[in-house]
């Protein structure tokens, strides 16, 4: 299984970004998926979560902003990011705790 992010990019702020996150060879299982962000010189950090059962969990700081769903028709994950901050400017990764695999990150970069 391999993890693909895309999606990234630079956007002024106020704007919106869509990540993607294609899980190739997972065979659809349905799994806990997540994704994090690492700004520079600062550690990761959990940004949302979206569970087998379709609940969903948010950091705090994107509470109202990003939405995290699966697309079981694609096989993606996705994190729509709604009125972004120059907070919010840094890699963004997809993560799948079950097997402990990271994609490759994405920039994020919000412009002030």
């Known amino acids: 299984v391999q993890l693909q992010a895309s999606g990234g990019g630079l956007v002024q702020a106020g704007g919106s970004l869509r990540l993607s996150c294609a899980a190739a060879?997972?065979?659809?299982?349905?799994?806990?998926m997540r994704w994090y962000r690492q700004a520079p010189g600062k550690e990761r950090e959990l940004v949302a979560s979206?569970?087998?059962?379709?609940?969903?969990n948010y950091a705090d700081s994107v509470k109202g902003r990003f939405t995290i769903s699966r697309d079981n028709i694609k096989n993606t994950i996705e994190l729509q990011m709604d009125n972004l901050e120059p907070e919010d400017t840094a890699v963004y990764y997809c993560?799948?705790?079950?097997?402990?695999?990271w994609g490759r990150g994405t920039l994020v970069t919000v412009s002030s």
């Open positions: 993560h799948m705790p079950s097997l402990g695999l």
């Open positions: 060879g997972n065979r659809r299982n349905i799994v806990q």
């Open positions: 979206i569970f087998p059962s379709g609940g969903t």
